[in-house]
């Protein structure tokens, strides 16, 4: 049941991405640049970019399979086809770095080091002085 659940999952996750992509394309009345894959999914599943993007050619948006398949490392990190009006990218990201960042500010860290580090060249300087 395991394997169903998720395959049902990804299923879903397709369907609800292409739904919001849809929304934003109308909403946005066709005038879109790119559209961006990022975080570990968007970065290192090419055949969820291609499901995606599958059927959507009338739109704009077609996928270069051998470049999706490259992911970040395609030039430039566009994965799109030739003939896409649309580009798709797929940009790497650092999550965990992004979420220790965000902890780091929340505990007050960022500001400590920051009235450390003044008061370290205060006293330099105050001794340069003297």
């Known amino acids: 049941a395991g394997d169903g659940d998720a395959e049902l999952a990804r299923r879903i996750t397709i ?3 292409r739904k919001y992509l849809g929304a934003f394309l109308v909403k946005m009345h066709g005038d879109v640049d790119a559209i961006v894959f990022t975080g570990g999914i968007g970065e290192n599943d090419a055949t969820l970019r291609a499901a995606v993007c ?3 050619a ?3 948006i077609s996928i270069n399979e051998t470049k999706n398949e490259l992911g970040p490392r395609a ?3 566009e ?3 030739s003939f896409a009006r649309i580009k798709a ?3 790497p990201t650092d999550e965990e770095k992004s979420i220790a960042e965000q902890a780091a500010e929340v ?3 960022f500001k400590a080091m920051r009235e450390q580090g003044s008061s370290a ?3 330099d300087a105050a001794d340069a002085q003297a």
């Open 79 to 81: 994965v799109q086809s």
């Open 107 to 109: 505990a007050g860290l």
């Open 54 to 56: 599958d059927g959507l």
């Open 89 to 91: 990218m797929v940009v």
């Open 58 to 60: 009338n739109f704009g």
């Open 121 to 123: 060249v205060g006293s």
């Open 75 to 77: 030039v430039g990190g």
């Open 15 to 17: 369907e609800r991405i």
